[in-house]
């Protein structure tokens, strides 16, 4: 397969302060994470909020910088210089959680989605209105006039996916692109993303806390707890067949979709958390229903059954 992007071992730590600001801790966000991106493929990144995945996103755009490892993309490492930015910036487009305010509520659409420094008019216009007319916004006339608070939030996302679009990107990072959006058209912007990446052969990343879209959406996946890597592998794989407990409980928690079974009660294999630091030894051992002693000790992520897992207990 032909390797996009590659992320070698990246780690990166904050500065937690107390609420009187007197202590400061450091908090691992991302910690020693690695992962590959094939051409034409979609990686899912999952975990709940917390987990480091949109801490990966800002790292791979180095919005910012890494405290180790290193970002290769097309073979060359990702640099903290002008020339290096540049290239990844443009052919890496972001696709925001929230598109209420992702996109700026003074400017009218085509002024949104236009890249002023590529092209003459002529050329800028029929590059908006092909860009509006492959995420699905018609009449494109009418939409190019628009205000953002004259559409909907999916129409508002669809703008967000042009955006990106009109750069002719080779990977897309869709950060929770659905998760502000009213059920009922979450399918249909992610079918307009699986469109989008097949009709270009676009590179998606991307990143959710929702298993069920997650299948829906992705090829490989992996899947995050607190900035470590728990489990990685192919979707199917991972979600059918579960080698880690964190995979297991987030797969347990998938809203159920038979509204016969929605009183029914659900049991999410997940303990309260103990008080003991999440950064040493296994991670996900303070709420782990399997934890042993040995998992006081840091697990290695090895390959088992064809995948990725970190972790010494063996719950198939």
Do not use: W
């Amino acid at each position: 397969m032909d390797e996009i992007l590659s992320v070698h071992g990246i780690s990166k730590q904050f500065v937690k302060k107390s609420i009187f600001g007197s202590k400061s801790s450091m908090v691992k966000a991302v910690d020693d994470v690695t992962f590959s991106l094939n051409r034409g493929d979609v990686l899912v990144i999952a975990g709940e909020s917390g987990s480091g995945k949109s801490t990966i996103a800002k790292l791979i755009l180095m919005a910012i910088i890494p405290d180790s490892g290193k970002i290769v993309f097309e073979g060359e490492q990702i640099k903290n210089n002008p020339k290096s930015l540049k290239k990844i910036r443009m052919e890496c487009q972001m696709v925001y959680q929230d598109p209420y305010d992702s996109i700026n509520p003074r400017m009218k659409v085509g002024d949104i989605v236009q890249i002023h420094n590529i092209g003459n008019d002529l050329e800028r216009k029929k590059m908006i209105m092909d860009a509006l007319k492959e995420v699905k916004l018609e009449p494109t006339e009418e939409i190019v006039e628009k205000y953002p608070h004259m559409l909907s939030g999916g129409q508002r996302q669809r703008v967000v996916l042009a955006r990106a679009l009109i750069m002719r990107p080779k990977i897309i990072i869709a950060d929770e692109p659905v998760s502000m959006l009213d059920v009922s058209i979450r399918a249909e912007i992610l079918e307009l993303m699986k469109e989008i990446q097949k009709n270009n052969n676009i590179s998606f990343i991307y990143i959710t806390h929702d298993l069920a879209t997650a299948k829906y959406f992705g090829q490989n996946i992996i899947i995050l707890y607190l900035g470590k890597i728990m489990e990685a592998g192919s979707i199917n794989q991972v979600l059918m067949r579960p080698r880690h407990p964190y995979t297991q409980a987030l797969i347990d928690a998938i809203s159920e979709p038979n509204p016969d079974n929605l009183y029914k009660e659900k049991i999410i294999r997940i303990n309260e958390p103990i008080d003991i630091d999440p950064f040493t030894g296994c991670r996900f051992r303070a709420r782990c229903p399997y934890a042993i002693e040995k998992c006081k000790e840091t697990p290695p992520l090895e390959l088992n059954d064809g995948r990725k897992v970190a972790c010494f207990v063996d719950i198939d």
